[in-house]
């Protein structure tokens, strides 16, 4: 027993902690960068993957373009559904509708915008002229067996004076008007293309490519974690008699609440839980390659057709990591939740004659 052992003080207690952490974060980050890192990457094509996902990028916005959702402006950008909407009413007063054989070229010249990907050219077009008997901005006519939307004559009279110049109330309000509903509807028909089978199938495709890097160059990060963590909190505390090296450097000890010097299986309980704790280091890995957007994306496992990213468990455990500070801090023998659980604590020397006489001299 370590009769002459105490509870450190607060300040000794972090720096205990911090020198473990310290310890295992930086051993882990380089051997991943210089080890674990390469191993995973060729393991997992990621430069191969890195361009497949951008062709897949790429295959997304030339299907957007070619159904007419999005519309290349003069740097080759998609443009906003407001751009689209004033490319639309330029080209429909300029009546340009129909090329030099005779099929729509302007697709988004009409009110309504409904296709399909598995559709022909044709049949698209065909599709998205139909327009409502009802509506108050269009009127339609046979044309082809089709039922072609147009502007009724008044919206097309007010529209071409505001383009014109002609400013005023009712010209604003028409404006406004055929603006607001040509948006919403094309908005909508890119929601809708959102959730087609082209669109649902490419983004898969995406996504499995994301995670096969994500496991690849993750894996070998957790594995590295682990095996320092297992080091530094196992089996150098083995040897040690439950001292870490941040005991070592801090000269505080390990102890129980009796001040004996912890078994086996609370070494080993403690352990398990820094390793739990602590498994956000294994997400700053792929942070610090992958950038946090990715990383945020790379599952850790999966219950049933639950995904839980790596990233949601690593943010959750960094908020009980803010708990445990507040525990650190407040609780009777600055306990961690391992040393709770173990009945364990971070011990300082404590000078019993010293403090028998000032205690004498007190009494004086």
Known sequence: MYSDYGKASVGR?????????????????????????????????????????????????????????????????????????DLYV?????????????????????????????????????EILKIDTEDSLFTYRNGNSNLVGTLKSEIYSLINQYTSGVINEETDNANNKLSYHFQKQWLQAVEKEKNSEFMVDIVKKFNDSLYKQGYGIGIPAIIIYAIFMIIFTLIIPLCLKGDTLGNKIAHTKTLTIKNTRPKAIAICVRSLILVIMNIYISFVCLMMITGIENACKVPLFQIG??????ATVS????????VNLFMLSFNKRHQSYGELITSTYCSDYVNIEKISEENAIKER
């Open 315 to 322: 943010f959750t455990l960094i908020l009980l990591g803010l």
């Open 90 to 126: 330029k080209e429909l007063l300029d009546n340009q509708e129909k090329d030099e054989n005779g099929d729509y070229k302007n697709m988004f010249a009409y009110y309504y915008i409904n296709y399909a990907q598995s559709m022909s050219v044709s049949q698209f077009n065909n």
């Open 13 to 85: 207690r972090y720096l205990t902690g911090f020198i473990d952490l310290i310890l295992v974060f930086t051993l882990s980050i380089i051997f991943y960068l210089f080890v674990g890192y390469p191993i995973g990457k060729s393991s997992c094509d990621f430069d191969e993957n890195v361009l497949y996902q951008k062709q897949l990028t790429l295959d997304i916005y030339e299907h957007m373009y070619e159904t007419r959702l999005y519309v290349k402006g003069s740097n080759d950008e998609a443009l906003g559904a407001k751009e689209i909407y």
């Open 305 to 310: 057709d639950k995904v839980i990213p790596l």
